[in-house]
Nanobody, 121 residues
Framework: QVQLVESGGGLVQPGGSLRLSCAAS????????MGWYRQVPGKQRELVAA???????NYADSVKGRFTISRDNAKNTVYLQMNSLKPEDTAVYYC???????????????WGQGTQVTVSS
């Protein structure tokens, strides 16, 4: 019922900034958490940042102080502002939605298509 479309990836020099966007369409849930994950070849996916329906946020230690997750409810969009980028931030970044339908108590898990972020001189 939900489709996630990501954008904003690209090539940036170390120390630079990028802003990722994740636009959601479809059902509206009363309880949800949205997060940004990243994955590089040969490694497991890693949770980078998350925001829950109440507005609280959580970050991986590796990005604290550099990345900020936010949302725009009017646009149904979640953002990841990435500053002071490092080469080790290079990965495919995925938007994720974990939701609970209170009426049915059914849980859902949706993923975007991914957007490449490359940090290199």
């Amino acid at each position: 019922q939900v489709q996630l479309v990501e954008s904003g990836g690209g090539l940036v020099q170390p120390g630079g900034s990028l802003r990722l966007s994740c636009a959601a369409s479809g059902s509206i849930f009363s309880s949800y958490a949205m997060g940004w994950y990243r994955q590089v070849p040969g490694k497991q996916r890693e949770l980078v940042a998350a925001i829950i329906s109440g507005g609280s946020t959580n970050y991986a230690d590796s990005v604290k102080g550099r990345f900020t997750i936010s949302r725009d409810n009017a646009k149904n969009t979640v953002y990841l502002q990435m500053n002071s980028l490092k080469p080790e931030d290079t990965a495919v970044y995925y938007c994720n939605l974990k939701a609970l339908d209170v009426l049915t108590a059914k849980r859902y898990d949706y993923w975007g298509q991914g957007t490449q972020v490359t940090v290199s001189s």
